[in-house]
């Protein structure tokens, strides 16, 4: 198996034809991946940019038809989307989730900019679900996120997470059906990239210098629930919402706390296994 630095020193010329390329990065996607490639299979064509999955899920997304490379490092989110859109051959780009579907209304709007070559990017609203559940409001939805853009008029920012697209020209217009999240069907899910999340955003301020306090770590707890319970409607998702809310109300506290460990030099430890 070849990694990406041999896959991409050996990739033909990109080719400038007006098709379009989707990009998705992995690791340990194998529940995902099938539904996800199946949703895009109208695309020219599809990169997979895996950082080592040892679930199969290279084997699921090469059956599916893509193009798949590996990596064997891990630089961050917004580093390895930058180099999954190296790997595209063609003029436009959809960027996507592995937990994230295009429904045909949506694919039917991407083929028709693709194919009519209008503008330079797109931002597609999206809808998430949480454990089976569609959230309307909490913040969550609308959720406009910049996903569909020509190559050279947008990259990736090297934020370790919560990257996002950065435009380079202009300004983009909007699509108005959803793109569907299906990112977290069960509260562990939610723990586990909140955890990830957390880390990451902590260390990435921490490099920066950047200072908290366990108050600034509450009030930030704090401020989140009242934002997206009232503020944001959160409770006309009824006790979804209400758990949604606290769930955010956890993730401001949470990565301000690991903030504030790294300040005071301690390290969190893993929870010993119960004897």
Known sequence: MLDYAQCNSKKSKVVSLTQLSVIIITFNEAA??????????FADEIVVLDSGSTDGTPDLARGMGASVHVTTDWPGFGPQKNRALDLAQ???????????????ELANMI?????????????????????????????????YVLRLFKRGAAHFSDDLVHERVVLLRGVPSRLTSSLLHYS??????????LEQY???WARQRFACGQKTSMLRAALAGVVAFLRSYFFRL????????????????????????????????????????SV
């Open 90 to 104: 063609y003029s436009w780009v959809l960027s996507l989730d592995a937990d994230e579907r295009v429904p045909p």
């Open 111 to 143: 083929r028709q900019v693709v194919d009519q070559d209008v503008g330079s990017a797109y931002e597609i609203p999206r809808l998430t679900q949480f454990c089976g559940k569609w959230i309307r409001h909490c913040g969550w939805t609308p959720d």
């Open 234 to 273: 959160g409770f006309l998702d009824g006790a979804m919402g209400f758990a949604v809310c606290s769930m955010q109300a956890q993730a401001a506290f949470g990565k301000y706390f690991a903030l504030y460990c790294l300040n005071q030099k301690n390290v969190i430890s893993p929870v010993p296994p």
């Open 32 to 41: 995902n991946i099938e539904a996800c490639l199946k949703s895009v299979s």
């Open 198 to 200: 957390s880390q990451a």
């Open 184 to 193: 977290y069907p069960t509260p562990s899910h939610y723990w586990r990239k």
